[in-house]
């Protein structure tokens, strides 16, 4: 893929790139809307992401190209003002230029950047934090600042935070930084804490992306973020983590209908998690696919960040006996839906499943049979 990159940014800019990185894509593997809250999560990098090159400029002019996009976008060092429309894509980068000093890095001037990538975006699977991490990754290098992985994760997450203005918590950036193949990467979101999980060797991801998005899916995603504070208030914890279900059942005629529903799918899905990682341990694939089932019920009804085409997916999925369970990935609100199965769903299950949905809602769902990866590295 290196040599791809290298081709790519000598046909865009006429030279070598001095600098090249790769950050992969995640699965969230189970842990919906658990990070922000303080909670657990449990996900796997993909071996597909983002590969940024770059090379420094004399002077503070800044030039980014995508492989994803048509035209060049042009910046200058200082103006770092959000770009809108069709430029819009540029605010990943840009915003991780706008954390370093927060982080005590100085941000390169003039550089010419392109990034080239091998998954799709805005399917949950995360190509933000891709894009993000190996931009921080290559940035950091021009800077020659050293820092710990765990800053490299804080950084990005810094940008889609502030800059982009998503507020995420740390899942996308901490898998996309810490994954490793055949690993899943489970976070503790309070220390963070981060550690790996061997994934059991008889598990198959597949992953049916619908291509949909809610058209107002950050709107919505900065709303269940603004509903979980209001419902932890109410609760007078800080973090919805901080409560049981027991407190919850107790305060339950206090708590709007609304909040309730919310703070029911946090302290359930956290608890979930926990489940999830002690059966990977004892190697029970059938009781981790019954939690990812039961994470997607949840997301389905007390969470309400599905929508009818995953419903669907999930419904047509779990009915097979080659799958252990199957839930909708990374925010909701479209985008798609994983199942964890044996080696025995192939490709002709994967495609009698997309039939059925192409006869429902007339469109095809893109098939990924998913291999996990390892973590954001330079290359
Ligand atoms: P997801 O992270 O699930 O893929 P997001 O909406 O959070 O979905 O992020 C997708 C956005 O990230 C794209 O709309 C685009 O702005 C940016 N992006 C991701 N990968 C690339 C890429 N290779 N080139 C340009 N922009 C990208
Ligand atoms: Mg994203």
């Not at 003039?110 to 894009?131: K, R």
Request: charged share 20%; net charge negative.
């Amino acid at each position: 893929m290196k040599t791809l990159l290298v081709e790519k940014f000598r046909s865009a800019y006429g030279r070598a790139p001095e600098i090249c990185a790769y950050a992969p894509g995640r699965i969230e593997f189970i842990g919906n809307h658990t990070d922000y809250n303080g909670g657990t999560v449990l996900g796997a990098a993909l071996d597909r992401g983002v590969w940024v090159a770059l090379a420094g400029r004399a002077d503070a002019l800044r030039q980014w190209v995508s492989d994803q996009r048509p035209a060049r976008v042009t910046s200058r060092a200082e103006d770092g003002a959000k770009r809108v429309g069709v430029e819009s894509w540029v605010n990943y980068p840009l915003g991780v230029l706008a954390a370093l000093p927060e982080f005590g890095v100085a941000a390169p001037a003039g550089f010419d950047f392109l990034a080239m990538s091998n998954l799709p975006s805005g399917a949950g699977l995360s190509s933000s934090a891709a894009i993000e991490l190996s931009s921080a990754l290559a940035f950091l290098e021009m800077a020659g600042a050293r820092v710990a992985r765990e800053t490299v994760v804080k950084i990005a997450r810094h940008a889609e935070n502030h800059f982009v203005g998503v507020p995420c918590g740390i899942l996308d950036q901490g898998v996309s930084g810490f994954g490793q193949k055949n690993q899943l990467v489970w976070i503790d979101c309070r220390g963070p804490l981060f550690a790996t999980v061997p994934l059991p060797a008889a598990s198959h991801f597949w992953i049916f992306n619908t291509h949909t998005k809610h058209a107002l899916v950050d709107g919505l995603y900065a709303a269940r973020h603004r509903e979980c504070m209001t419902a932890a208030q109410a609760l007078g914890v800080g973090l919805l983590v901080e409560t049981s279900s027991t407190t919850l059942a107790a305060a339950q005629a206090a708590l709007a209908p609304e909040s309730a529903r919310r703070a029911r799918h946090v302290v359930e899905e956290i608890a979930r998690v926990a489940l999830a990682r002690t059966s990977l341990e004892a190697g029970d694939l059938a009781a981790v696919g019954q939690l990812l089932t039961a994470s997607h019920r949840s997301s389905q009804l007390l969470f309400e960040n599905s929508t009818e085409e995953l419903d669907f997916l999930v419904d047509a999925l779990v009915v097979s006996p080659q799958v252990f369970g199957a839930r909708l990935t990374g925010g909701g609100f479209g985008g798609a839906v994983m199942a964890l199965t044996s080696a025995a769903f192939g490709e002709a299950e994967a495609h009698a499943t997309a039939a059925l949905y192409r006869e429902k809602f007339g469109a095809t769902p893109e098939i990924l049979h998913a291999q996990t990866g390892d973590g954001a590295t330079l290359i």
